[in-house]
């Protein structure tokens, strides 16, 4: 079944300060469907970055990454996350995830934040 992207923004912004609903709320995305894991770990890590919380963030990225390795979002998110503190690494995580997002056929505006997120990290060089 398909779980629409809003249903995951809105309960992880209803349960943002219930971390025990938080992971239940992982532990059946695991369960069901891995890419929407993927999207609510990546929803969870954006707050986080947020905060300025990046070992929070950087946890729930590779635990999506773990759940699907082929998820352009977990790598989009790692590059974003390291951009600042680490450009090498963060060029090669948004180069594996433009490589991704050419073999998934993503929507045309997902591929814009990807190429810009590739100019940014490029700036930094």
């Known amino acids: ?73 977990a790598w989009y998110g790692l590059a974003k996350l390291n951009a600042k503190t680490n450009v090498l690494l963060a060029d090669s995580f948004i180069n594996k995830a433009l490589a991704l997002a050419d073999t998934q056929q993503l929507r045309q505006w997902q591929i814009n934040e990807l190429l810009d997120a590739q100019k940014t990290i490029e700036k930094q060089k």
Do not use: C, W
């Not at 990546?42 to 946890?59: I, P, Q, T, V």
């Open 1 to 73: 079944f398909n779980i629409p992207t809003t249903v995951l923004g809105h309960t992880l912004y209803t349960f943002q300060e219930v971390s025990l609903e938080l992971i239940k709320m992982q532990e059946l995305l695991k369960k069901l469907k891995q890419n929407a894991l993927v999207s609510f770990n990546s929803y969870g890590a954006n707050k986080l970055l947020g905060k300025d919380n990046f070992a929070g963030a950087e946890k729930l990225l590779r635990e999506g990454m773990e759940a699907n390795p082929n998820s352009f979002e």
